[in-house]
């Protein structure tokens, strides 16, 4: 990948899967970096329309039909052409195999909706509810071979509140991802 001229912000590529609530907030909040790719694996995901009505280019490709390595290659073309220096990722909902992992050398980020190392993977709240757990959160991680096992680099705690609910609890950890996600992003992207 690309290295940034000195000074210059950092080039941040954003994959998405759905809606793109924590890339919005990447976009509105880019301090020491811009967003100058969003990707999707889903072409009718509505993130995808947000960003291409703030003149952000887009691009989206299904690896239906085609297979993940063949999917993958044309993802890292599209960031080459963008001159990618950072990937992150914002609610995609797809595994990353090794070889994409190793060719951005350690640069992809990743938001997950819990106290990293507890629960990882899927269906996060809910098992944090089941466990009793007084407090929940998110973490920002570097993306390793591994699910979800990479360095920690910020997090943001959440009170469970009594009766909550997965769907409760979720909202208001998805409102402290949209406040962590871009100040761990410029405090990673001004290493």
Not at 50 to 63: H, I, M, Q, Y
């Amino acid at each position: 990948m690309a290295e940034a001229p000195p000074g210059a912000p950092v080039r941040v590529g954003v994959l998405i899967s759905g809606r793109g609530s924590n890339m919005m907030s990447l976009v509105e909040r880019a301090d020491g970096y811009e967003v100058v790719l969003v990707a999707s694996d889903r072409p009718e995901a509505p993130g995808l329309a947000w960003a291409a009505a703030r003149g952000l280019p887009t691009f989206a490709l299904s690896p239906r039909g085609i297979g993940k390595p063949a999917y993958e290659t044309a993802m890292l073309e599209e960031l080459v052409r963008y001159d990618v220096q950072v990937v992150a990722l914002a609610g995609y909902m797809r595994l990353l195999t090794p070889a994409f992992i190793g060719t951005m050398r350690g640069n992809i980020v990743n938001i997950h909706p819990s106290l990293l190392p507890l629960y990882k993977g899927l269906d996060t709240h809910a098992r944090a509810l089941a466990a009793g757990d007084r407090v929940a959160g998110c973490s920002v991680h570097l993306v390793t071979d591994e699910l979800d096992a990479g360095r920690v680099l910020g997090r943001a705690e959440v009170p469970v509140e009594p009766g909550d609910t997965p769907d409760r609890l979720a909202a208001r950890v998805l409102a402290a991802e949209h406040s962590l996600y871009p100040r761990v992003l410029s405090e990673y992207c001004r290493r």
